[in-house]
């Protein structure tokens, strides 16, 4: 029964973990950019675009579809990297459990 309140304590640990991992996954944040730098796209948390900067060379007349394949390209960029960060949180919080297949058990990541 000792192992079993071991196992209770220690899944209580990793929940706890968890959230804390899921709380500073909502703040965590990236940017992405093409176009050389040209259009840069901030996001944060689940993917939550927070800001969108546009070079003004491309504001001219005929520019709109270049224009927006690049921030297309920058929000990848960015989504790519926030996803990143957000793994490794939960790898961290996961700790030993990262990668784990248990039958019955949601899969982390």
């Given amino acids: 029964m000792k192992d ?3 196992l209770m304590k220690q ?4 929940q706890q973990k968890l959230q804390d991992a899921q709380a500073k996954m909502a703040d965590s944040s990236a940017e992405g950019s093409s176009g050389g730098g040209l259009v840069t796209v901030s996001l ?4 939550e675009i927070t800001h969108v900067r546009i070079d003004d060379s491309l504001m001219a007349p005929g520019e709109g579809e270049i ?3 690049l921030i297309v390209a920058a929000h990848a960029d960015a989504k790519r990297k926030l996803d990143a ?7 961290e919080a996961a700790g030993p459990m990262a990668g784990m297949n248990i039958p019955g058990m949601p899969k982390l990541f």
Avoid: F, I, S, Y
């Fill in 11 to 14: 899944a209580q640990a990793m």
């Fill in 4 to 6: 079993l309140n071991e």
């Fill in 85 to 91: 960060v957000n793994a490794e949180l939960m790898r």
């Fill in 44 to 47: 944060k948390g689940p993917g």
């Fill in 67 to 69: 224009l927006a394949d």
